[in-house]
C-alpha cells in the first residue's frame, strides 16, 4: 500500500524559513517523480513544486520560484521542501504526492499545515 | 485565478446524473491529459479519473470522463450521498511547466 505521510508544519513568521519532509512507503520510490501541492484554508489546490527520480530536474510555481527548494533523497525513500522568506500568503496544508508519467499526480498525503503569522 | 475553469458548485438529487466541466486552453487540456480528483471533507484528494477517461482500479463505474479539444468533463451516475465532495480537474500546462488545476467544484447530493 503506498503511503506518503508529512511532517515539518508548523506556525511561523513572515520571513522565516520551514523545511518539510515527506516519508514514503508502500513503492519503489527512486522509480517515481514526487510533487509538493498545497490547498489554502478553504480554497483550491495549487502545485508548488516537482522533482524527477533522481534529483536532477526540479520545478517551481512562479509564486515560490527563488524561494523554495525540493529536494530528495532516495536512499530514505523521503521528500523535502525548505520553504525560505515565507510569506502570509503561503498559509495552507502542504501534501506531497506521486507523479505519474503525465507528470500528473496519483497518491497523496494527508498534508501538513504551515502557518506564516505574526 | 486558477488556470482551468469550473464551476464553483453542483447538485444532484440521489441516483441523477451530474457533469462537471473544467476549461482550459491549447497549452494545458488542449494538448496534455486530463485527471480528476475527488477531496471528501477534511481527507486528501483520491485519484479518480486519469487520461481523460480511465478508472484506476476500486473507483466505480459510476464515474466517468471524457475530454474534447481544449474542455473536459466529468460525469457522476446514479448520484449517491457518498458522492458528496469537492472535485478538482488538473492538466500538466506545456507554457508554465507545471500542473494546473480547477478552481474545484463542491457536489451538494440534495
Known amino acids: 500500500e503506498v503511503q506518503l505521510v508529512e511532517s515539518g508544519g508548523g506556525v511561523v513568521r513572515p520571513g522565516g524559513s520551514l523545511r518539510l519532509s515527506c516519508a514514503a512507503s508502500?513503492?519503489?520510490?527512486?522509480?517515481?517523480?514526487m510533487s509538493w501541492v498545497r490547498q489554502a484554508p478553504g480554497k483550491g489546490l495549487e502545485w508548488v513544486s516537482g522533482?524527477?527520480?533522481?534529483?536532477?530536474?526540479?520545478g517551481y510555481a512562479d509564486s515560490v520560484k527563488g524561494r523554495f527548494t525540493i529536494s530528495r533523497d532516495n536512499a530514505k525513500n523521503s521528500l523535502y521542501l525548505q520553504m525560505n522568506s515565507l510569506r502570509a500568503e503561503d498559509t495552507a496544508l502542504y501534501h506531497c504526492?506521486?507523479?505519474?508519467?503525465?507528470?500528473?499526480?496519483?497518491?497523496w498525503g494527508q498534508g501538513t499545515l504551515v502557518t506564516v503569522s505574526s | 485565478q486558477s488556470v482551468l475553469t469550473q464551476p464553483p458548485s453542483a447538485s444532484g438529487t440521489p441516483g441523477q446524473r451530474v457533469t462537471i466541466s473544467c476549461s482550459g486552453s491549447?497549452?494545458?487540456?488542449?494538448?496534455?491529459?486530463v485527471y480528476w480528483y475527488q477531496q471528501l471533507p477534511g481527507t486528501a484528494p483520491k485519484l479518480l479519473i486519469y487520461r481523460n477517461n480511465q478508472r484506476p482500479s476500486g473507483v466505480p463505474d459510476r464515474f466517468s470522463g471524457s475530454k474534447s479539444g481544449t474542455s473536459a468533463s466529468l460525469a457522476i451516475s446514479g448520484l449517491r450521498s457518498e458522492d458528496e465532495a469537492d472535485y478538482y480537474c488538473a492538466a500538466w500546462d506545456d507554457s508554465l511547466s507545471g500542473g494546473v488545476f480547477g478552481g474545484g467544484t463542491k457536489l451538494t447530493v440534495l
Open positions: 508502500g513503492f519503489t520510490f527512486d522509480d517515481y517523480g
Open positions: 491549447s497549452s494545458n487540456i488542449g494538448s496534455n491529459y
Open positions: 504526492a506521486r507523479v505519474t508519467n503525465d507528470n500528473l499526480f496519483d497518491y
Open positions: 522533482i524527477n527520480w533522481n534529483g536532477g530536474s526540479t
